[in-house]
């Protein structure tokens, strides 16, 4: 028999105080971070004059720049191509080495891991402004940082891939005596291969994104305009390469989404 | 027989499939490698890499902190407090904006849409064209990087809210409707208590990117620890930059790993 009294006292609601506690604290870090760097809303409403004047003079947009610029657009996804490309042959040792079912070395998966964690932790514009400094200002630098940056999203995104892969045919490849090589070619490769090129196609498409602004440190493609026409005030060129690089990148995220569709 | 010709027939039309992407693939490849304008690298990239690891090796530690000006602890703390200041910034735009653009919530088509269309806008835009656009309007320094994190990260937050919303069970907010609650009872106590796991989710994820962009921002002048790195680029002190990068690692890194741990409990 259940002993359940049906009048008893209700049990006591929990205390809402640590909740409470938990609000005006995070509060309390907004705040702190606000005056920190001197976020002051008067400002903004003192300069909305400013915003006003920045969106008048954008238009309208100086359409005649896009011609202008074309070279530097196809210099852009140039760079985001070849980056992604060198990224994902550098990606793929890396990524077998990062999974646990492949490699049985603990240490040395481990180790790998912490050092894609930490690549992964460099910002693009950063390692672009690092090999301008080495490169000098060419393009050249920005495919340099654009193929480390995507080494970092290709390995991550493929060794947790590669780890949920199904066993089953690398069993019956160790069991009819496959070598390691053989066993990743033909056990783990087939199994990956579409999520692979997904995921490469999905990089390349962060990366055209990022070869946009890359010229505002010096690493070539269209970035170097904005800073141009920028440093000119010349919002309604800026509003023209905002409005073009939108249109590349939404064309290139179509193409990229219908493959990947089809890969899956 | 005809069964050996219709394998080899499509083995064929494979076959041809593959050539044809392979043809295209190095059509594509061709034209980017041409189209690169090489002009060799310059003489001083040898000595320069040298010194790059140099610094790395032996970083210029007295710059982590000084009692008196500009230093990385500084810099690093400006950069999370930008951080910080924009994901606030950003939450309370995109709450509003996610439920409007949420399918389950607006009665028309053209509701939903229409916010889905405001939100992929502001994902186009990226963080660093904002910061230089907001640098013009309260001029340089953090406070332009705060306001154009929070309003870059508000269309990737807007979407990533939307979609929690609209995955959402529909029972509870019926039941609250059966029993006589109005619109802002039926978000408040069926909408909100469902996805606010979500919601923190996708929030702490943008606050990880949000700390790159905020380490970026500096390099154009919307403050943080970018600046002090560009600075040290441009003055080749090759040490500080050594410093300030393993400095970046290592916050972003610590970020990392509270924020995933946070979100693994949460979900």
Redesign the interface.
């Known amino acids: 028999m259940m002993d359940t009294k049906l009048n008893g006292p209700l049990p006591a609601k929990p205390s809402r105080w640590p909740f409470y506690f938990f609000l005006i604290g995070l509060f309390a ?2 705040l ?3 005056i ?5 809303p008067l ?2 409403i003192q ?2 004059d ?2 006003v004047d ?1 969106f008048v003079r954008m238009f309208p947009p100086a359409w005649s720049y896009i011609a202008t610029t074309t070279p530097a657009m ?2 852009t ?3 985001a ?2 980056g992604t ?1 060198i990224g994902m042959v550098f990606s793929i040792p890396i990524m077998f080495l990062c999974a646990r079912n492949i490699f049985r070395l603990r240490w040395l998966v481990e180790l790998s891991r912490i050092g894609l ?2 690549l992964r ?6 390692l672009a ?2 090999f301008a ?4 200002f ?3 630098a920005g ?1 340099v940082a654009l193929s480390i940056f995507s080494i970092g999203i290709i390995a991550k995104l493929s060794f947790e891939a590669i780890e949920n892969i199904d066993n089953g045919p690398l069993e019956s490849m160790t069991a009819v005596g496959a070598n390691k090589l053989q066993w990743i070619a033909f056990g783990v490769v087939p199994q990956i291969l579409p999520h692979f090129v997904s995921y490469v196609l999905y990089t390349f498409e962060i990366n055209i ?1 990022a070869a ?2 890359l010229g ?2 010096g690493a070539g493609g269209i970035g170097v305009f ?1 800073d141009r026409a ?1 440093g000119f ?1 010349a919002y309604d060129q ?1 509003l023209a390469l ?1 409005l073009y ?2 249109v590349v ?2 064309i290139i995220d179509l193409i990229s989404l219908k493959i990947r569709e089809k890969l899956l | 027989m005809s069964q050996r010709d219709q394998l080899k027939k499509a083995r064929a039309r494979k076959r041809g499939k593959i050539a044809i992407i392979l043809i295209g693939l190095i059509a ?2 061709v ?3 041409s ?5 060799g ?2 003489e001083t ?1 040898g000595p ?2 040298k010194n ?1 690891l140099k610094g790395f090796i032996s970083p210029d530690w007295s710059y982590v902190y000084s009692p008196d000006g500009e230093d990385l602890i500084r810099g690093l ?2 950069t ?3 951080a ?2 924009g994901i ?1 910034l950003s939450i309370i735009l995109a709450v509003p904006v996610g439920l409007w653009a949420a399918k389950n919530l607006s009665k028309s088509f053209i509701t939903s849409q229409s916010g889905k269309g405001v939100l992929s806008f502001f994902r ?3 963080d ?2 904002l910061a ?2 907001f640098i ?4 340089p ?3 332009a ?3 154009a994190l929070g309003i870059g990260a508000m269309g990737m937050l807007g979407k990533l809210y939307a979609e929690e919303v609209e995955a959402m069970d529909p029972g509870p907010v019926e039941s609250i409707a059966a029993v006589g609650g109005n619109k802002l009872q039926q978000l408040a106590f069926g909408v909100i208590p469902q996805v606010l796991p979500g919601f923190i989710s996708a929030t702490l994820y943008r606050f990880e990117i949000n700390m ?2 905020a ?2 921002l500096g ?2 002048g919307a ?1 943080g620890v ?1 600046t002090a ?2 600075f040290a ?1 441009q003055g ?1 002190s090759w040490d500080r ?1 050594g410093i300030i ?1 393993i400095g ?2 290592v916050v ?2 610590i970020v ?1 790993l509270l924020s995933s741990a946070l979100r693994k409990r949460i979900t």
């Open positions: 870090i907004v702190i971070s606000a920190y760097i001197g976020a002051n400002t903004f300069n909305s400013n915003m920045l196809l210099e996804i140039r760079m191509l070849l490309t964690n930490v932790t460099i910002p693009d514009l950063l402004a690092i400094a080495i490169l000098g060419s393009p050249l495919i994104r946009a602004i505002l440190v904005y920028l005030f800026v905002i690089t939108l990148v939404i | 594509i490849y034209w980017a490698i189209g690169i304008e090489f002009r690298i310059q990239a320069v890499t790059i703390l400006e999370l407090a930008i910080i200041a606030f186009t835009l990226p660093i064209i230089l656009l013009k309007v309260v001029g320094g953090a406070f990087g705060m306001l790159r962009s380490a970026t390099l154009i403050g970018g790195l560009i680029i080749r930059v990068l970046i690692v972003v890194l990392d």
